[in-house]
């Protein structure tokens, strides 16, 4: 007597289970870092400098000019056009330009809203006060730095603008120090800021300066990114950004 077994062996086959499904944990999100305006400069140490940011608003349509200190200029809302050395530029929200100082540069509106527009400067003691952009724009000082910026080295240092976006709930991140020196500014959203041992909330408007040796950390506790920018002098070929306190100061 023959037995059939092929349509068992097929039903064995159909009831195995079928293998499981990796199970991934999604990637945070990252750090962004976008550099919206750059420059090189050959040396910092000829005078003692100073961060200054400046507030502008130009109603549409309307003209300015400007001629300072090695500058960027950074487009908050609206746009302007700004033209510089025979070539013609336009900001929107977001863009930004390097001025170099002693160049004039003609600003124009935009004609279909007020543009407004942040300027950082890396200025000496001598224009501190000098007026910067011409009337008829609306100019309001946002901040300066009382004293020069100390622990200037001899040699060239990178002049960066840099738009810096911390994911929502992201923890404090690890102690560091500049290189250099920077001054942020916060777009949007409330970062913890710490420095020995204290955390302070710093939300939109905020200006945090951050020279050499100052050791401190930033998180984003809050349900929504942190957008800050970054005005950053750092020396040529080192990072703009070191771990822990500087070797001398610890």
Do not use: C
């Amino acid at each position: 007597m023959q037995f059939r077994t092929t349509g068992l062996w097929l039903l064995g086959a159909m009831v195995l289970p079928a293998p499981a499904t990796a199970q991934t944990t999604p990637a945070a999100p990252a750090i962004t870092r976008t550099v919206v305006a750059e420059t090189k400069l050959p040396t910092v140490t000829d005078v003692p400098l100073h961060f200054k940011a400046v507030s502008i608003t130009l109603q549409p349509d309307e003209k300015s000019g400007v001629s300072a200190a090695n500058g960027i200029l950074y487009q908050m809302s609206g746009s302007t056009e700004v033209a510089l050395d025979g070539e013609t530029k336009t900001l929107n929200a977001g863009d930004g330009l390097f001025i170099a100082g002693g160049k004039t540069a003609a600003l124009t509106a935009g004609s279909r809203a007020p543009s407004t527009f942040l300027h950082f400067f890396l200025v000496s003691a001598v224009d501190l006060g000098r007026p910067v952009e011409t009337a008829p724009a609306a100019a309001r000082e946002l901040y300066r730095t009382a004293n020069p910026i100390p622990d200037l080295k001899p040699g060239g240092y990178d002049l960066n603008l840099t738009r810096v976006t911390f994911p929502a709930q992201m923890p404090s991140n690890l102690p560091h120090h500049r290189s250099g020196a920077a001054l942020y500014y916060i777009v949007s959203g409330t970062g913890a800021n710490t420095i020995d041992d204290k955390t302070e909330a710093r939300g939109p408007g905020s200006l945090i300066y951050e020279p050499y040796a100052l050791v401190h950390q930033w998180g984003n506790p809050g349900n929504e990114p942190l957008i800050f920018l970054a005005f950053n002098i750092n020396p040529e070929g080192v990072a703009a950004v070191l771990p822990g306190a500087p070797a001398n100061k610890q």
